[in-house]
């Protein structure tokens, strides 16, 4: 009779040792994780390029469309801007692909790619002043890559 009790009772125990990870006190916290609509609206930053004079930073916002709301497709690149106080400014941003940036040599002027028009064939060459106003397409001849560009600053 005392082995039928051991079996029962090593049964019993087994049974509870399986059974304490459903215990909610005996599990470890749950950590927050990210729902699969979150994963696919994460912005990131493509692209960084400090500033001549270390004042800013100019970089590659990775926009992803909204789904179920946008067409399918990339994600928008917009061009931001932030300073050594830790505050960032759009410069371009909006349905953009901004495809590179880069520095005058002042560090108060940035020229770079993008297409404004989805449906563009070529990416435009823009200047935009730090301190704001309007970014109209730059006259320049088209180049493959911004490192290609040489301008001449007035």
């Given at each position: 009779m005392l082995n039928l009790n051991t079996k029962?009772?090593?049964r019993l125990l087994l049974s509870g040792f399986f059974l304490l990870p459903s215990i909610p006190w005996a599990q470890e916290e749950q950590k927050p994780t990210l729902s699969l609509e979150e994963i696919v609206t994460l912005r990131q930053v493509d692209k960084a390029v400090i500033s001549p004079n270390g004042e800013a930073v100019a970089y590659l916002l990775s926009v992803p469309r909204t789904p179920y709301a946008d067409?399918?497709?990339l994600p928008w690149m917009q061009l931001h801007v932030v300073s050594v106080d830790g505050r960032s400014r759009p410069y371009f941003t909006g349905e953009v692909n901004v495809t590179d940036v880069a520095w005058l040599g002042d560090g108060n002027d940035l020229l770079f790619l993008a297409k404004r028009?989805?449906?563009?064939?070529?990416a435009d060459i823009y200047r935009k002043r730090l301190d704001?106003?309007?970014a109209p397409p730059h006259e320049i001849d088209h180049a493959a890559r911004m490192d290609e560009v040489t301008?001449?600053?007035k």
């Open positions: 029962k009772l090593s067409e399918d497709g028009d989805a449906e563009a064939e070529f704001g106003g309007a301008v001449e600053v």
